[in-house]
């Protein structure tokens, strides 16, 4: 049984940074196609980045160059490290996974991709 739990979210000021964390079981996250996707109140769940294998990535326009994705392979733990933050990044933070998400050599960041979700962690991000 796949189980993903996020931690970590928090309050922060623009400009700070903040992680969050999807600890995994039930997989090897790092063999995994693994995403973070957020969701504010009244908009669709989108995309922040995704990582086929712990090696192919693909970042959303408004994470690049901001946040950064990474494993600890020993923790079975995927963080995702957001600095510069910005109040449009306030939203639900969560944690996806699918076994294989590779579109012509890209990892997947569409929603519909991935079969298994954590339950998310709220990050506020205060002008």
């Known amino acids: 049984q796949v189980r993903l739990v996020e931690s970590g979210g928090g309050s922060v000021q623009a400009g700070g940074s903040l992680r969050v964390s999807c600890a995994a079981s039930g997989i090897t996250a790092s063999s995994y196609c693994m995403g973070w996707f957020r969701q504010s109140p009244g908009k669709e769940r989108e995309g922040v980045v995704t990582?086929?294998?712990?090696?192919?990535?693909n970042y959303a326009d408004s994470a690049k160059g901001r946040f950064t994705v990474s494993h600890d392979n020993a923790k079975n733990t995927l963080y995702l490290q957001m600095n510069s933050l910005k109040p449009e990044d306030t939203a639900m933070y969560y944690c996806?996974?699918?076994?294989?998400?590779?579109?012509?050599?890209?990892?997947?960041?569409?929603?519909?991709?991935?079969?298994?979700w954590g339950q998310g962690t709220q990050v506020t991000v205060s002008a």
């Open positions: 990582v086929q294998s712990g090696t192919m990535t």
């Open positions: 996806a996974a699918t076994p294989f998400c590779l579109v012509r050599g890209i990892p997947s960041i569409r929603v519909g991709d991935f079969p298994y």
